[in-house]
């Protein structure tokens, strides 16, 4: 499998497709679900202008930089994305992040059967040494979620973006070496047998 190339990666809970333009629709319609454009904590706010979200996300891609990711129920309904992002072939390096679920399927297994998708593609197709998972400072929900997935706590990046209304942005750096990987596995599996993949 290309770097290049984005898959479809199909679960029981949950299916990532490319993202394509015709989706700004679709997500922008998810991202009113909950209100999550007001989150300031969240990337979320790029979507009060859905397609010019998914343009900038659509060119990350072009550039090599990004696989972005179309969520949808096994029903078909769009409710989210995600992406694999600052993407090293070189460094053998990605990170999974610009991820947003509609209100209504969060604390469900379609987040946790998500990341088991995005991490199998990283370590077993595209073969990473690391993959890396960032969310701001004040997420602190979003921060339980990703040491549930058995991702570790790197540190913080200080001062690291200045958002649009001008707040300097810290981030917490989270990450999956290719050698914790099997047992990450089993942990989300595990999670999702027991029904506690929202949780």
């Not at 949950?14 to 300031?40: I, S, W």
């Not at 200080?158 to 300097?168: A, E, I, K, S, T």
């Not at 810290?170 to 027991?194: C, H, Q, T």
Request: hydrophobic share 45%; charged share 25%.
């Amino acid at each position: 499998m290309s770097w290049a190339e984005t898959p479809t990666l199909i679960g029981r809970h949950v299916t990532l497709r490319p993202l394509t333009a015709e989706d700004a629709p679709a997500l922008g319609a998810a991202a009113a679900d909950g209100d999550l454009t007001a989150l300031f904590f969240a990337n979320v706010a790029t979507f009060t202008d859905p397609r010019a979200a998914v343009a900038a996300m659509l060119k990350e891609r072009d550039y090599g930089r990004a696989m972005p990711f179309t969520v949808e129920t096994p029903a078909g309904a769009v409710v989210g994305c995600t992406r694999l992002m600052r993407m090293s072939r070189q460094h053998k390096r990605v990170e999974i992040g610009g991820t947003f679920y509609a209100r209504s399927v969060q604390r469900t297994g379609l987040n946790t059967e998500a990341k088991l998708l995005l991490l199998a593609h990283a370590f077993e197709v595209l073969g990473c040494n690391v993959v890396q998972i960032r969310t701001d400072w004040f997420n602190k929900r979003s921060q339980r979620a990703i040491e549930r997935l058995g991702a570790k706590r790197d540190g913080v990046l200080r001062n690291h973006q200045v958002m649009p209304d001008g707040r300097l942005r810290d981030l917490v750096v989270y990450s999956i070496i290719a050698s914790e990987w099997p047992g990450v596995r089993r942990n989300l599996e595990f999670l999702l047998a027991r029904g506690e993949g929202g949780r």
